[in-house]
């Protein structure tokens, strides 16, 4: 499927067919996606977890209850939910890891490329600690550009999903002891595929018009 057409025909799936699993080999692919997201500075401040047993989910629809309770079923009947993390921190272990990540897989021609993009990183992330002091949210939305590259990678795979941000947070970080990591849980998808019960797959897909979604200057 080209990806115009799968973004045309994805949806959030409401309800899961739970008899049906994705092949291994189509979720590799989601995983891959997720790793290759981009993300400023190549900063890559995320962590997945990946539910793919009714154990797994379950421990994860542990933070769909009370409230949040609406999303327990699109947990526990989807063949994989993956809990997307965020690091609270840019601390220096993660970036020293980064740069001997770029320099083992050959994106420095020289010592002061290497430097340069040391400095550059650092350059962000002191911005985002002291002078914006808005490190959590920066790093938050390096999270939703995978969220939004894993959703429209799957819908090219025939995949369905279902992006969740209701869920106790504090259940689930506390559940897989996050903190802990210095990772903290942000958003939820499950995969999976439709069943009949999925009222949203049949529906029309509904967007503002160009006029009012872009200005060209």
């Known amino acids: 499927m080209d990806i115009l057409s799968a973004a045309r025909k994805r949806h959030t799936a409401k309800a899961y067919d739970k008899e049906r699993q994705i092949p291994e080999e189509l979720m590799q692919q989601v995983y891959s996606l997720l790793r290759n997201s981009p993300s400023s500075v190549n900063s890559q401040p995320w962590h997945f977890i990946v539910a793919n047993t009714p154990e797994g989910k379950a421990r994860v629809a542990r933070a769909a209850q009370g409230g949040y309770g609406y999303n327990a079923a699109k947990i526990l009947d989807a063949s994989h939910v993956i809990v997307f993390c965020s690091r609270i921190d840019m601390d220096d272990a993660h970036l020293e890891r980064l740069l001997a990540q770029e320099g083992q897989d050959g994106r420095f021609r020289d010592d002061a490329a290497r430097a340069g993009q040391d400095a550059g990183r650092r350059g962000y992330v002191r911005t985002h600690r002291y002078t914006t002091r808005d490190m959590p949210q920066w790093l938050e939305k390096q999270v939703y550009l ?22 106790d947070q504090k259940i689930l970080d506390e559940e897989f002891g996050l903190h802990a990591q210095g990772l903290a849980s942000v958003v939820l998808a499950s995969f999976g595929y439709s069943s009949s019960a999925d009222f949203n797959a049949g529906l029309p897909k509904s967007r503002l018009p160009e006029a009012l979604t872009f200005t060209f200057v």
Do not use: V
């Not at 590259?149 to 279902?162: C, H, K, R, S, W």
């Open 146 to 167: 995978a969220l939004g590259t894993a959703l429209l990678g799957a819908a090219t795979l025939g995949i369905d999903a279902t992006p969740m941000e209701g869920f």
